[in-house]
């Protein structure tokens, strides 16, 4: 059994940093001094524990870890709380933060402040976390320690006296930044005689143990056998085992006191009931109010996965509710589509999630699938006063009933070399962005918030940003409410016929230039058949852009050999007449090749 340490020797603490600054890598070493994991079972990313994020080199889940470490005789805990550096996971993030004591801000030596590191630094900041700044990868040939520090007291306005110089590759530095840990990261506060409250930070699905819920207690302790709680969907459960989290294997433990970190097995069927950022308190002695910031995790991008084979529709379905088990913040309704047949509408966090969640449905339960172009949600008011929230293009009233249509718009913060500003200031105000800031940091670096709908972001902004570039800009946004916008439906018809999953929401000053790219490149997808075909994008009842599809001739006067003029004619006209006949009850099939390229246009 765990050894009981007091509070004031209990240090909780975060690492921020941007994607790719060696947050991973640091808490990899970290973990190595304390001698958590034995050199043998030691890996790289061993906080990471899904495939994808070891290939892509992200942190997708926060991941937990208590750690022992012994200083003068004295012991002491430290609770290291990994965080995703994405924004799709920002959410994460400010749970996770809102559970430490300090935070450790990791700069790249060689890359400098970027803009992730920022919108992390202002979280940390608003929970009153004690910061330290950490330069790592001095190990590097192009490292600059100095430049790097001036550049976050210039960005962010931290004091950089005491700082730590880090090299997470080779370990150097690292025994130091763990005694700064020590010395400068305050110890818990809370009452211990306090009715019990805890902050679920993060919760997942344990095929054997049911739901678990990672939580800090803040206050009173959690007990074995208890029954404890849960303030936001004002359920009660027991405490049927309690561990402290380990990238190995969990310790147990009888209780949990106040300041640590642990995880709750409450043999919980789903993780709906553990959501990230509610409260548990116990059900004798409960708290008198929740811990403040708990918000239900809201999609914020909608797009349809369809299986390619349409025999595959209840397999999806079942890959959805397994994946739900450990991603409550997925959401999925069944849709079908005249173009794809059966799928489901589902929402995500932001674009990464959207990658990450197809990748693994592909991966992890072996299925094909199509996703459709990724949509915001928008909010429509209707003539007749009503406001409506629309998730799929599909649902928009006809033109003559709607009022005005409101779309989502994002804070982003872009940090990029100065060069690149003229190159940036056309991308920026090509996708509709409103310049707030534009402040030179150094000799070298620009920093640009605009607002900017994220509509205009779903789809393909970032690659935009990094091909303009040359991959120097980081990017980071949030989102800031509802605009009103000057907006249109762009339906695609193929032969008469609109095809629905092609349906999108587009400005109206930019709808017939999209809709005549749309149309010249379907028209080189869609196979001939054996009458004209006509592609054409519409308004409400109104063609703004059209092409034809040619039909397959067929020599009908090949058995005309000489003879009067009029014979051939003859044929030809009764082709004629059966084309035109062929064209009014012909259906065409728009081929999934097709659609997918449409997606990935570029107009």
Same mark, same amino acid.
């Given at each position: 059994?765990?050894?009981?340490?007091?509070?004031?020797?209990?240090?909780?603490?975060?690492?921020?940093?941007?994607?790719?600054?060696?947050?991973?890598?640091?808490?990899?070493?970290?973990?190595?001094?304390?001698?958590?994991?034995?050199?043998?079972?030691?890996?790289?990313?061993?906080?990471?524990?899904?495939?994808?994020?070891?290939?892509?080199?992200?942190?997708?889940?926060?991941?937990?870890?208590?750690?022992?470490?012994?200083?003068?005789?004295?012991?002491?805990?430290?609770?290291?709380?990994?965080?995703?550096?994405?924004?799709?996971?920002?959410?994460?993030?400010?749970?996770?933060?809102?559970?430490?004591?300090?935070?450790?801000?990791?700069?790249?030596?060689?890359?400098?402040?970027?803009?992730?590191?920022?919108?992390?630094?202002?979280?940390?900041?608003?929970?009153?976390?004690?910061?330290?700044?950490?330069?790592?990868?001095?190990?590097?040939?192009?490292?600059?320690?100095?430049?790097?520090?001036?550049?976050?007291?210039?960005?962010?306005?931290?004091?950089?006296?005491?700082?730590?110089?880090?090299?997470?590759?080779?370990?150097?530095?690292?025994?130091?930044?763990?005694?700064?840990?020590?010395?400068?990261?305050?110890?818990?506060?809370?009452?211990?005689?306090?009715?019990?409250?805890?902050?679920?930070?993060?919760?997942?699905?344990?095929?054997?143990?049911?739901?678990?819920?990672?939580?800090?207690?803040?206050?009173?302790?959690?007990?074995?056998?208890?029954?404890?709680?849960?303030?936001?969907?004002?359920?009660?459960?027991?405490?049927?085992?309690?561990?402290?989290?380990?990238?190995?294997?969990?310790?147990?433990?009888?209780?949990?006191?106040?300041?640590?970190?642990?995880?709750?097995?409450?043999?919980?069927?789903?993780?709906?009931?553990?959501?990230?950022?509610?409260?548990?308190?116990?059900?004798?002695?409960?708290?008198?109010?929740?811990?403040?910031?708990?918000?239900?995790?809201?999609?914020?991008?909608?797009?349809?996965?369809?299986?390619?084979?349409?025999?595959?529709?209840?397999?999806?379905?079942?890959?959805?509710?397994?994946?739900?088990?450990?991603?409550? !913040?997925?959401?999925?309704?069944?849709? &079908?589509?005249?173009?794809?047949?059966? *799928? /489901? +509408?589902? =929402?995500? #966090?932001?674009? @990464?999630?959207?990658?990450?969640?197809?990748?693994?449905?592909?991966?992890?339960?072996?299925?094909?699938?199509?996703?459709?172009?990724?949509?915001?949600?928008?909010?429509?008011?209707?003539?007749?006063?009503?406001?409506?929230?629309?998730?799929?293009?599909?649902?928009?009233?006809?033109?003559?009933?709607?009022?005005?249509?409101?779309?989502?718009?994002?804070?982003?913060?872009?940090?990029?070399?100065?060069?690149?500003?003229?190159?940036?200031?056309?991308?920026?105000?090509?996708?509709?962005?409103?310049?707030?800031?534009?402040?030179?940091?150094?000799?070298?670096?620009?920093?640009?918030?605009?607002?900017?709908?994220?509509?205009?972001?779903?789809?393909?902004?970032?690659?935009?940003?990094? !091909?303009?570039?040359?991959?120097?800009? &980081?990017?980071?946004?949030?989102?800031? *409410? /509802? +605009?009103? =916008?000057? #907006?249109?439906? @762009?339906?695609?018809?193929?032969?008469?016929?609109?095809?629905?999953?092609?349906?999108?929401?587009?400005?109206?000053?930019?709808?017939?230039?999209?809709?005549?790219?749309?149309?010249?490149?379907?028209?080189?997808?869609?196979?001939?058949?054996?009458?004209?075909?006509?592609?054409?994008?519409?308004?409400?009842?109104?063609?703004?852009?059209?092409?034809?599809?040619?039909?397959?001739?067929?020599?009908?006067?090949?058995?005309?050999?000489?003879?009067?003029?009029?014979?051939?004619?003859?044929?030809?006209?009764?082709?004629?007449?059966?084309?035109?006949?062929?064209?009014?009850?012909?259906?065409?099939?728009?081929?999934?090749?097709?659609?997918?390229?449409?997606?990935?246009?570029?107009?």
């Amino acid at each position: 059994m765990v050894k009981e340490v007091p509070q004031a020797n209990i240090r909780n603490f975060s690492i921020i940093a941007h994607i790719d600054h060696g947050k991973s890598t640091l808490a990899d070493r970290i973990i190595q001094h304390c001698g958590a994991v034995p050199d043998r079972e030691m890996s790289a990313q061993v906080m990471d524990t899904m495939d994808i994020e070891k290939e892509r080199g992200i942190t997708i889940k926060a991941q937990s870890v208590r750690l022992d470490y012994f200083r003068d005789g004295q012991h002491y805990v430290l609770n290291l709380i990994d965080t995703p550096g994405h924004v799709d996971f920002s959410y994460e993030v400010s749970r996770s933060l809102a559970s430490s004591d300090g935070a450790l801000l990791i700069v790249d030596a060689a890359q400098g402040v970027e803009a992730q590191t920022i919108a992390n630094v202002y979280i940390a900041m608003e929970n009153e976390l004690e910061l330290l700044p950490v330069v790592n990868k001095i190990d590097l040939p192009a490292a600059d320690p100095d430049r790097v520090l001036a550049e976050l007291e210039e960005a962010i306005g931290i004091d950089v006296t005491e700082h730590n110089l880090v090299s997470a590759k080779t370990g150097q530095g690292v025994p130091e930044l763990i005694d700064a840990i020590v010395d400068r990261i305050p110890a818990p506060k809370g009452d211990e005689n306090a009715p019990c409250k805890a902050l679920i930070y993060d919760s997942w699905f344990d095929n054997y143990l049911g739901a678990l819920a990672l939580v800090r207690v803040f206050d009173g302790s959690i007990s074995k056998g208890e029954i404890m709680r849960v303030m936001g969907t004002k359920q009660e459960h027991q405490v049927l085992n309690l561990m402290y989290p380990n990238p190995i294997l969990p310790t147990p433990t009888k209780v949990i006191q106040t300041g640590e970190i642990g995880i709750v097995v409450m043999g919980l069927k789903t993780v709906d009931s553990l959501r990230t950022g509610d409260t548990i308190t116990s059900a004798k002695k409960p708290t008198a109010e929740a811990i403040e910031g708990f918000q239900p995790a809201k999609p914020f991008v909608f797009a349809g996965i369809y299986p390619i084979e349409t025999d595959k529709f209840e397999d999806l379905r079942d890959a959805l509710n397994k994946l739900k088990l450990n991603d409550s !913040s997925l959401s999925f309704e069944p849709e &079908s589509s005249l173009a794809l047949g059966s *799928g /489901f +509408r589902t =929402g995500f #966090l932001g674009m @990464l999630h959207m990658e990450v969640v197809k990748e693994r449905l592909e991966r992890e339960f072996d299925l094909e699938l199509i996703a459709t172009a990724p949509t915001v949600v928008y909010r429509v008011l209707k003539t007749d006063g009503t406001e409506i929230e629309i998730q799929n293009p599909s649902e928009l009233p006809e033109p003559s009933r709607i009022d005005t249509i409101y779309e989502p718009y994002v804070k982003a913060t872009i940090l990029a070399p100065q060069e690149y500003v003229g190159n940036l200031i056309t991308l920026l105000n090509n996708r509709r962005g409103v310049q707030n800031k534009m402040d030179y940091l150094n000799e070298t670096r620009v920093l640009l918030e605009y607002d900017i709908p994220m509509n205009e972001i779903v789809m393909d902004f970032y690659d935009k940003l990094k !091909s303009t570039t040359r991959g120097y800009a &980081s990017f980071d946004y949030e989102p800031i *409410g /509802f +605009r009103e =916008g000057n #907006l249109v439906k @762009l339906d695609i018809r193929v032969a008469g016929d609109i095809v629905d999953s092609l349906s999108i929401i587009v400005p109206e000053e930019k709808a017939r230039n999209r809709g005549l790219a749309f149309v010249n490149q379907l028209k080189e997808l869609i196979p001939r058949q054996l009458f004209e075909v006509a592609i054409q994008a519409s308004i409400g009842s109104t063609v703004i852009a059209r092409s034809n599809v040619k039909s397959m001739g067929k020599n009908v006067t090949a058995k005309c050999y000489g003879g009067d003029i009029s014979r051939k004619r003859k044929l030809l006209d009764k082709q004629k007449e059966g084309k035109k006949r062929m064209k009014s009850i012909g259906k065409v099939e728009v081929p999934q090749e097709a659609f997918m390229a449409v997606l990935k246009l570029d107009t």
